[in-house]
């Protein structure tokens, strides 16, 4: 069975950093593209970033470009997205998602996460 | 960026009701269009890719269609289990956007 466990979110003051993780485990993780998606409360889905099977292709929204940075660890089988500069308008659940195929070009989702909350509040 | 717009925002029907659900893209997106479900409090579940193919495990009652710009997703018997919000998301081009949704409520 495919699960994809978040951690990391929590309330962090605008400026600040903070780091999201993603545990998977029920496929072979080296062989798929994975994701973040986010949605903001009560609002739709915003796709965030896209990383390869070996990180070598990676795509950002342009409305994280420069303040976040994703990254995978294929031998830990965990995603993560390092978010730096954060905003009020970053307040969402962030979900990760994992890819039908290798690449992340014509991307789209099969098995998502429950998410992890973060919000940006002074 | 292609824009995703679905209609309606939101729509009342009852169970056994057929119910459609349209998505416009901005530009032509060929058949790179894929439809979600999302139930309160849950992750979005997959339900159709490339416009039309089905999802292993997905009840029957969904399909999808279209190409270039207009697609549609139909649920040919509204069940209990379907109320939801359904999204559309082009896989065309980066970056990968979604429509608003659409929140299908019991009438």
């Known amino acids: 069975e495919v699960q994809l466990v978040e951690s990391g979110g929590g309330l962090v003051q605008p400026g600040r950093s903070l780091r999201l993780s993603c545990a998977a485990s029920?496929?072979?993780?080296?062989?798929?593209?994975m994701h973040w998606v986010r949605q903001a409360p009560g609002k739709g889905l915003e796709w965030v970033s896209g990383?390869?099977?070996?990180?070598?292709?990676?795509g950002y929204a342009d409305s994280v470009k420069g303040r976040f940075t994703i990254s995978r660890d294929n031998a830990k089988n965990s995603l993560y997205l390092q978010m730096n500069s954060l905003r009020a308008e970053d307040t969402a659940l962030y979900h990760c998602?994992?890819?039908?195929?290798?690449?992340?070009?014509?991307?789209?989702?099969?098995?998502w996460g429950q998410g992890t909350q973060v919000t940006v509040s002074s | 960026d292609i824009q995703m717009t679905q209609s309606p925002s939101s729509l009342s029907a009852s169970v056994g009701d057929r119910v459609t659900i349209t998505c416009r893209a901005s530009?032509?997106?060929?058949?790179?269009l894929n439809w979600y479900q999302q139930k309160p409090g849950k992750a979005p579940k997959l339900l159709i890719n490339?416009?039309?193919s089905l999802q292993s495990g997905v009840p029957s009652r969904f399909s999808g269609s279209g190409s270039g710009t207009d697609f549609t997703l139909t649920i040919s018997s509204l069940q209990p289990e379907d109320f939801a919000t359904y999204y559309c998301q082009q896989s065309y081009n980066p970056p990968w956007t979604f429509g608003q949704g659409t929140k299908v409520e019991i009438k």
């Open positions: 029920g496929f072979t993780f080296d062989d798929y593209a």
């Open positions: 490339a416009a039309s």
């Open positions: 530009q032509s997106i060929s058949s790179y």
């Open positions: 990383i390869s099977w070996n990180s070598g292709s990676i």
């Open positions: 998602a994992k890819d039908r195929g290798p690449t992340v070009t014509r991307a789209h989702f099969d098995y």
